[in-house]
């Protein structure tokens, strides 16, 4: 897989008649980097991709993913309150988008209404990876290796899972987000109700 990124980020530069040198120039890459990625014998990181993406003015996604053959058809919408609702722990967790078929994440809008640690149900934790946008409210995020952080509406955070966390909503308002996690590659969390 990585020499066909690498093909894509060789055809691209091409393609502008960019030079490895004038990429190295441009993206703080070194010529050596850059030509190991060509060659498909160093792997693309995500950084390096928005770096690269970004010199040569093309989409980041065209050299992350790959289109799957039969799938670039899918969708799904849900309508505004018609998501699966989930109870629990003073927050409301509405799954979003549940239909669409061999994901790679889960969406949920959440309200949350816990004022204090204990009323969250304490600390919990799961495989991958888990994104937030605060929607309104404020959002006081604890994790076992940071010291609490504050979200206001507008600010978003993506951390790993396998950290505990827990979550209060400071003031009088519930906190009402969206948020992603994403689905190991066993499955479903336990729980996801999809």
Known sequence: MQGNVGSKIRDARKEQNITLRD?????GLSVS???KLENGKARLTVDVALMIAGVL???VASFLFSPKPGMQARRSI????SGILHQGNAMEFEVLCSDFRDKTNIFWR???????FEENGGWRSHSGEEFIHVLSGSLELHTIHYDPTVLLP???????????HAYIALGDEP???????TVPRDGLPAGAGI
């Not at 507008?154 to 505990?164: N, T």
């Open 154 to 164: 507008g600010d978003s955070i993506l951390f790993d899972g396998e950290m505990q």
């Open 23 to 27: 990429l190295s120039e441009r993206s």
């Open 175 to 181: 906190v009402v987000m969206l948020m992603s996690n």
């Open 33 to 35: 980097q850059l030509s």
């Open 57 to 59: 003015h093309v989409p």
């Open 110 to 116: 959440v309200t949350l209404r816990a004022k204090s």
């Open 78 to 81: 849900t309508r505004a309150g």
